[in-house]
């Protein structure tokens, strides 16, 4: 079934997103000799993984930084890495696989079998893995959530330890739109897509200003983790922006205000 990839690459920014999902109904798999397993983690590579060790280390750690940041319990559902040394080969395996992916760097693939990711050695790859594999984290935890929280969470986590979700181009794009006074913020529209075909490059932003004006304000967080705690024990749950609303008179307005604070 193809759905939102197909329609990603019709609308022309897939190779400026880093944020991307495919809904498959049968895992892939490919022969990679060298496994490396770390927690949940799972690297299949087809060249020896001696060198990555930070890498692995880091993408290894990505699941108990999300945990923690939004107050999750440790899953075990693994997260499967497919990695190909060299781009050509990579090019070649997706477009036998996954022809309307084929420009991307790294994709993460959720089925009911299995959690995957694959990518290639590039220039971007500690940033697409970590994005892509906050994903599979994600998806292990709550395989419910809700699409734009899903990406707009995995934009937060993918600029690394340390960083506190800052995403250089998000806030680059948001800002210019506060200083023009052009950006008008509705969490509910953003809680009406259903699949990525509807999403924007700016929707992506958005999303992503959300997630780090709620994870970054210290007294709002807790809104946003107790909905992430009931969507993890499969609670019925109203969506975040009623729950938002009960704790704010006017969110918007304080979205824009936290962006414009960014610069
Ligand atoms: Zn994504």
Redesign the pocket.
Known sequence: MICRVLALVLLGWIAAC????LVRTHPVSEPFPYTLTRQQLVIHSDAPLDRQQRLVRDLAEQRDIINTKLGLAPTTNLVHVYLYANEQAYRQFMELRFPEMAERRAI?VGTDAQLSVYAYWGDHLAEDLR??VS?GYLHAAMPNLPLWL??GL??YFEVGRGQRGFNESHIELLSAQVASDSWQPEIERLEALSSVVDMSQQDYAESWAWVHFLLESEDKSAVLTDYLTDLAHGNPTEPLSRRLRKRLAGPQVALVEHVRLLR
Not at 18 to 21: E, F, L, R, Y
């Open positions: 880093a944020g991307c999902q993460f994005h892509e994903h899903d990406e995995a934009e």
